[in-house]
């Protein structure tokens, strides 16, 4: 809670003081705008949100008002991790989609916190949209909020989280849980061509994600050294 005080000064008096009024303020998990939609009625509803363990298939908008309240689902993701996202739209005609995560916590999703989509797959009877939740080393660890747009006819923009009036779509929230990043994972390693001045070395990773960095040293060498 905030307090505030009004102070009043007039001719010939010294100022005046009211007494404190607090004020409560909503924690940032009840400060997310709720956008409007003119129709969810249309086919452009979102019809499979898939990104972590959250695998949810929905069918029209749960209220006439285009929002769906799915924040009884939820996913942990890991700081510094590339995690593929997907997500399907019925199909109504020209499909589009956005998505958000609140990294920072705000209570709200900004024009950074956007997720990457490549372009949609007409599916025949869906749309269906890959992309990829790029969490940053320094988002806020615990609780936050994910926020999946889909949008009729027309692109959603990065600052198109909270905008009111598309013809139709629907907009649908996630509850998403920030973790540390994720433990390094050893590789299994091979080699093959092996001369006395060089080698072909290859390696698998099952579940990495991001770029690899190779040294290479005699055996016992420090990781860092090489």
């Known amino acids: 809670a905030t307090s505030y005080r009004c102070t009043v000064t007039c001719t010939g008096f010294g100022p005046l003081t009211s007494t404190p009024l607090a004020v409560g303020m909503n924690g940032y998990l009840g400060c997310y705008c709720i956008p409007s939609t003119n129709s969810c009625t249309g086919g452009d509803h979102i019809t499979n949100v898939t990104i972590g363990t959250i695998n949810n298939n929905s069918l029209q908008c749960i209220t006439t008002a285009t929002y769906s309240d799915y924040t009884a689902i939820s996913t942990t993701l890991n700081q510094t991790a590339n ?5 399907s739209i019925n199909y109504g005609g020209t499909e589009y989609v956005g998505a958000w995560i ?4 705000s209570g709200s999703y900004s024009n950074t916190e956007w997720l990457t989509f490549s372009p949609g797959i007409n599916m025949g009877a869906y749309w269906l949209f890959n ?3 790029s969490i ?8 936050t ?7 009729y006819s027309t692109s959603i923009l990065p600052t198109d989280a909270c905008t009111d009036g598309f013809s139709y779509g629907e907009t649908e929230d996630y509850k998403i849980f920030i ?5 390094c994972v050893a590789p299994t390693v091979s080699s093959s061509n092996i001369g006395t001045n060089s ?3 290859s390696w698998t990773c099952a579940g990495c994600t991001g770029p690899y960095y190779v040294e290479y040293g005699l ?3 420090t990781p860092g050294t090489g």
């Not at 940053?136 to 609780?143: S, V």
């Not at 973790?179 to 433990?183: I, K, N, R, S």
């Open 83 to 87: 995690v593929p996202i997907s997500v």
């Open 199 to 201: 080698a072909d070395i």
């Open 131 to 133: 992309g990829t939740a």
């Open 136 to 143: 940053p080393g320094g988002a806020a660890l615990g609780e």
């Open 219 to 221: 055996t016992g060498f």
């Open 145 to 151: 909020r994910m926020r999946v747009r889909s949008r």
């Open 179 to 183: 973790a540390g990043p994720p433990a």
């Open 102 to 105: 609140d990294y920072d916590q």
